[in-house]
């Protein structure tokens, strides 16, 4: 059985991935995390924030409710469960970061946590500039031509 | 005393195959496990386990560690012997350098060779052990084997409290340790042959389908033990494998039978990776996988079996993806290994 032939059958031999079961569970994890953010967003409005100004924070006590779910080690549970859900929005984000800054530890707070915890971020934020750069540079080169 | 032209006659049964020459047995056998592994099928059968925070800290390294040393401790303790009566120790594991193991030895005062063929350490480790012993180089050798699942995340995939899906090929790294204490002398099971394996892939570069790509290097292994030995499969009562898992049990069979004209009877075939957890409620994906797993199947179900009385051939094949994250994210193939014991009941001629 050749190389081609080999995968082609190995394909088959694999168990079905519950795609329906997994975007399921995203929309509904994901769906939970945004009516959680915007609870929180009202109530930095209730606080007097006004709208725009009140995103801010908001990002920010979702970061931390992520951090503090990765350091007691449920996090991991949910994202298993709840996928791009859990992952996509900025709680995967914070969870990315803090997972590796505590799993390093061990290896000390520079060279390890410092080092590391950049890890699995660290693609999203180099391309997320470059990113970022292209796009802010299309909207001058536009606003400049009068689009 | 037989000459060595003579000895060779009968000890070199082929280009992969060797015959032991005089009675050797695995005499004791001791094994530790995490909570999961306790949890399992085969949970009753382990000597000891400890809950995840006990092999966490104060580094999961550590807690690796503590399991081989622990499986080495046990097995001479339940032989009655100490470090000192133990000639070698054939020991490995799965991380960078085979830490686990200059770590288990340190301070235990037993000439050590450290192993490394990932998840087939298990089977390579019993059968250098053996050969030794066979050949009367050593009096009494320990082959053992550890690995945890917290180490080998970290080392081969992302740290572990990071929230990722697994693809349902993924198999789950075993936590544990075991040790076999091999002796000559006649015992409950005794190893008569070792077949080693030629590294072998048929293209598979998913390090999340281990066991599609390690099929290929079981079903070789195996045609060429059953080959040598001039054995047919239904000499053994059962062929158990190290950790194919879902997917790559069903290649090696269908390899076995289209690349090899072998046809092997699937309810004797069987796979430690599927034996150690309940593959649904544990979820596992495809089964469990890491060097402990093999050794595991070893301690927890063909050795107690063998006890029982339960066999009387069987032949052992424990088999390794020998790549490294490097060289996995470079885009190169898996290069696989499986190497094969034959064990048969005491007191039985080969």
Same mark, same amino acid.
């Given at each position: 059985?050749?190389a081609?032939?080999?995968?082609?059958r190995?394909?088959?031999?694999?168990?079905?991935?519950?795609?329906?079961?997994?975007?399921?569970?995203?929309?509904?994890?994901?769906?939970a995390?945004?009516?959680?953010?915007?609870?929180?967003?009202?109530?930095?409005?209730?606080?007097?924030?006004?709208?725009?100004?009140?995103?801010?924070?908001?990002?920010?006590?979702?970061?931390?409710?992520?951090?503090?779910a990765?350091?007691?080690?449920?996090?991991?549970?949910?994202?298993?469960?709840?996928?791009?859900g859990?992952?996509?929005?900025?709680?995967?984000?914070a969870?990315?970061?803090?997972?590796?800054?505590?799993?390093?530890?061990?290896?000390?707070?520079?060279?390890?946590?410092?080092?590391?915890?950049?890890?699995v971020?660290?693609?999203?934020?180099?391309?997320?500039?470059?990113?970022?750069?292209?796009?802010?540079?299309?909207?001058?080169?536009?606003?400049?031509?009068?689009? | 005393?037989?000459?060595?032209?003579?000895?060779?006659?009968?000890?070199?049964v082929?280009?992969?195959?060797?015959?032991?020459?005089?009675?050797?047995?695995?005499?004791?056998?001791?094994?530790?496990?995490?909570?999961?592994?306790?949890?399992?099928?085969?949970?009753?059968?382990?000597?000891?386990s400890y809950?995840?925070?006990?092999?966490?800290n104060?580094?999961?390294?550590?807690?690796?560690?503590?399991?081989?040393?622990?499986?080495?401790?046990?097995?001479?303790?339940?032989?009655?012997r100490?470090?000192?009566?133990?000639?070698r120790?054939?020991?490995?594991d799965l991380?960078?350098?085979?830490?686990?193991?200059?770590?288990?030895?340190?301070?235990?005062?037993?000439?050590?060779?450290?192993v490394?063929?990932?998840?087939s350490?298990?089977? @390579?480790?019993?059968? &250098?052990?053996?050969?030794?012993?066979?050949?009367?180089?050593? #009096?009494?050798? %320990?082959? !053992?084997? /550890? *690995?945890?699942h917290?180490?080998?995340?970290?080392?081969y995939?992302?740290?572990?409290?990071?929230?990722?899906?697994?693809?349902?090929?993924?198999?789950?790294?075993?936590?544990?340790?075991?040790?076999?204490?091999?002796?000559?002398?006649?015992?409950?099971?005794?190893?008569?042959?070792?077949?080693?394996?030629?590294v072998?892939?048929k293209?598979?570069?998913?390090?999340?389908?281990?066991?599609?790509?390690?099929?290929?290097a079981?079903?070789?292994?195996i045609?060429?033990?059953?080959?040598?030995?001039?054995?047919?499969?239904?000499?053994?009562?059962?062929?158990l494998?190290?950790?194919?898992?879902?997917?790559?049990?069903?290649?090696?069979l269908?390899?076995?039978?289209?690349?090899?004209?072998?046809?092997?009877? @699937?309810?004797?075939? &069987?796979?430690?990776?599927?034996?150690?957890?309940?593959r649904? #409620?544990?979820? %596992?994906? !495809?089964? /469990? *996988?890491?060097?402990?797993?093999?050794?595991?199947?070893?301690a927890?179900?063909?050795?107690?079996?063998?006890?029982?009385?339960k066999?009387?051939?069987?032949?052992?094949?424990a088999?390794?993806s020998?790549?490294?994250?490097?060289?996995?994210?470079?885009g190169?193939?898996?290069?696989?290994?499986?190497h094969?014991?034959?064990?048969?009941?005491?007191?039985?001629?080969?």
């Amino acid at each position: 059985m050749d190389a081609q032939t080999y995968l082609k059958r190995a394909r088959t031999a694999e168990p079905p991935a519950p795609y329906f079961r997994n975007a399921l569970l995203a929309f509904v994890g994901g769906g939970a995390v945004c009516a959680i953010a915007q609870a929180v967003l009202n109530f930095f409005i209730g606080y007097g924030f006004k709208a725009p100004d009140a995103t801010g924070p908001t990002a920010v006590v979702m970061v931390f409710f992520a951090s503090v779910a990765t350091a007691l080690g449920f996090f991991d549970n949910l994202a298993e469960w709840f996928g791009m859900g859990a992952s996509l929005p900025i709680t995967g984000f914070a969870n990315a970061i803090v997972a590796p800054a505590m799993e390093f530890r061990t290896e000390g707070l520079v060279l390890g946590t410092g080092s590391r915890m950049f890890q699995v971020a660290g693609p999203v934020i180099a391309f997320g500039l470059a990113t970022a750069f292209v796009s802010g540079l299309v909207f001058l080169v536009g606003q400049r031509l009068g689009v | 005393m037989p000459t060595l032209e003579e000895t060779a006659a009968v000890a070199r049964v082929g280009r992969q195959t060797s015959r032991l020459v005089h009675p050797v047995a695995v005499h004791q056998f001791a094994s530790v496990v995490g909570s999961k592994e306790r949890e399992g099928p085969l949970g009753p059968a382990f000597d000891r386990s400890y809950d995840d925070s006990a092999l966490r800290n104060p580094t999961f390294e550590e807690g690796e560690v503590r399991l081989l040393k622990e499986a080495v401790m046990l097995v001479l303790q339940k032989a009655g012997r100490s470090p000192g009566d133990v000639d070698r120790l054939c020991a490995g594991d799965l991380l960078d350098q085979n830490v686990t193991v200059a770590f288990a030895a340190l301070g235990l005062e037993i000439p050590t060779y450290g192993v490394y063929g990932a998840c087939s350490t298990s089977a @390579e480790s019993l059968a &250098l052990a053996a050969l030794a012993v066979d050949g009367g180089y050593v #009096d009494l050798a %320990v082959a !053992a084997t /550890a *690995s945890h699942h917290l180490t080998s995340e970290r080392q081969y995939r992302f740290p572990v409290e990071l929230g990722v899906q697994r693809t349902p090929t993924s198999q789950w790294t075993a936590t544990g340790g075991a040790a076999f204490l091999v002796g000559r002398g006649e015992g409950e099971a005794q190893i008569t042959h070792a077949t080693a394996g030629i590294v072998r892939s048929k293209g598979i570069k998913d390090p999340n389908n281990m066991g599609a790509a390690m099929a290929p290097a079981a079903a070789d292994t195996i045609a060429a033990h059953l080959r040598e030995t001039k054995r047919a499969p239904d000499e053994y009562d059962l062929i158990l494998t190290g950790d194919l898992g879902l997917v790559g049990r069903r290649m090696c069979l269908e390899l076995l039978g289209e690349e090899h004209g072998i046809t092997v009877d @699937e309810e004797r075939f &069987l796979d430690s990776g599927l034996l150690l957890y309940r593959r649904k #409620d544990q979820d %596992v994906h !495809a089964g /469990a *996988s890491g060097s402990a797993c093999s050794a595991l199947g070893l301690a927890g179900f063909l050795l107690p079996g063998f006890a029982e009385g339960k066999f009387e051939r069987v032949l052992f094949v424990a088999t390794g993806s020998l790549h490294s994250p490097t060289t996995a994210q470079q885009g190169h193939v898996i290069p696989c290994v499986a190497h094969a014991i034959a064990f048969q009941r005491g007191g039985t001629s080969v």
